[in-house]
């Protein structure tokens, strides 16, 4: 799903999500909510403003592969088309009285006592669910050969459609423009939000042109204009990471990810039981459950999958 498919999807999502917004304020804007000081206003509809609060709200509850590109100036042009969109729906919906139907208050409690479960699961699951160094070390020192790559090199990119544009850049980038800067600002590629920093990497997973001309370059260096199927690149390789096995504190994050879910299971389902207990539930004339589908055996449990870093082909 590129990123304007996905806005547009969107904005039928906030409408539906923020007429809990509009039943707080008897039918009046979404974006009435109390903006920050700093707060700008970048865009009115029929008189209700939409803030830079508004805005840097639903960029961070975006998913994560899809924030990066609301940061690239097509991502920010698409959001605030969807906020704006929105705010449209929920004015015609607030003069349709939609806002105020029996449907949508139901909707709405159910949807708070969701809100309050989530909230407080997070809450208390996230809190247990410590992990020492000591546990990680462990399983570091336990899979030693989970953490062994070949040679390695980081790399940046800005990635543009036509071959002048890449040359235009090429020249501010010789002149001593800052990469960074021209990734965040030119760059077609998601990476842009971080400066075209596409992290470590190893042979096979770009694409053959952009890795033969990035495995090339040495480190600092810049390559010139790189033509792949997905445009024109140019690439700044950053760091150089010999094979062998990766140091602990290269992978400790690494790891953390890898066992948490089991970690976070394992406190919800002791949160579960401890509910229980002190509870007094009584059953009565409980739905039957559906019949549930033949499954396969189950399989032995095994140790949490570590993935070797790997970036999507370029």
């Not at 700044?236 to 096995?245: D, N, S, Y």
Request: net charge positive; charged share 30%; hydrophobic share 40%.
């Amino acid at each position: 799903m590129n990123i304007r498919t996905y806005f547009r999807v969107a904005a039928v999502a906030l409408a539906v999500s923020s007429l809990v917004a509009c039943q707080g304020n008897n039918g009046s804007s979404s974006s009435s909510t109390t903006a920050g000081k700093n707060a700008k206003v970048i865009a009115t509809v029929n008189g209700a403003k939409i803030t830079s609060d508004d805005f840097d709200r639903e960029v961070k509850a975006l998913p994560e592969y899809i924030r990066a590109m609301a940061d690239t100036p097509q991502g920010k042009k698409e959001m605030v088309d969807t906020l704006v969109m929105r705010e449209l729906i929920l004015q015609q919906a607030a003069k349709d009285g939609v806002d105020k139907s029996k449907d949508v208050e139901e909707k709405l409690a159910e949807l708070k006592k969701r809100i309050i479960v989530d909230t407080y699961l997070k809450k208390k699951v996230e809190s247990e669910s410590k992990i020492s160094d000591e546990e990680l070390k462990k399983f570091y020192e336990q899979n030693m050969e989970k953490f062994k790559s070949g040679e390695q090199i980081r790399a940046s990119h800005i990635l543009v459609k036509s071959e002048p544009e890449a040359q235009a850049i090429l020249d501010q980038l010789k002149k001593g423009a800052n990469f960074e800067e021209l990734a965040k600002t030119k760059s077609a590629d998601a990476s842009a939000a971080k400066g075209g920093d596409l992290g470590w990497f190893g042979k096979g997973n770009m694409v053959p042109a952009f890795e033969k001309a990035a495995f090339s370059l040495k480190e600092g260096q810049l390559s010139g204009i790189v033509k792949s199927d997905f445009g024109f690149h140019i690439i700044k390789l950053t760091g150089i990471r010999a094979a062998g096995t990766r140091a602990f504190d290269e992978v400790k994050e690494q790891i953390k990810s890898a066992i948490m879910p089991q970690k976070q299971q394992q406190v919800f389902m002791k949160l579960k039981e401890d509910l229980k207990k002190g509870a007094k539930i009584e059953l009565t004339d409980a739905p039957a459950a559906a019949p549930a589908p033949s499954a396969a055996p189950a399989a032995k449990p095994t140790a949490p999958a570590v993935p070797a870093p790997a970036a999507d082909k370029k």
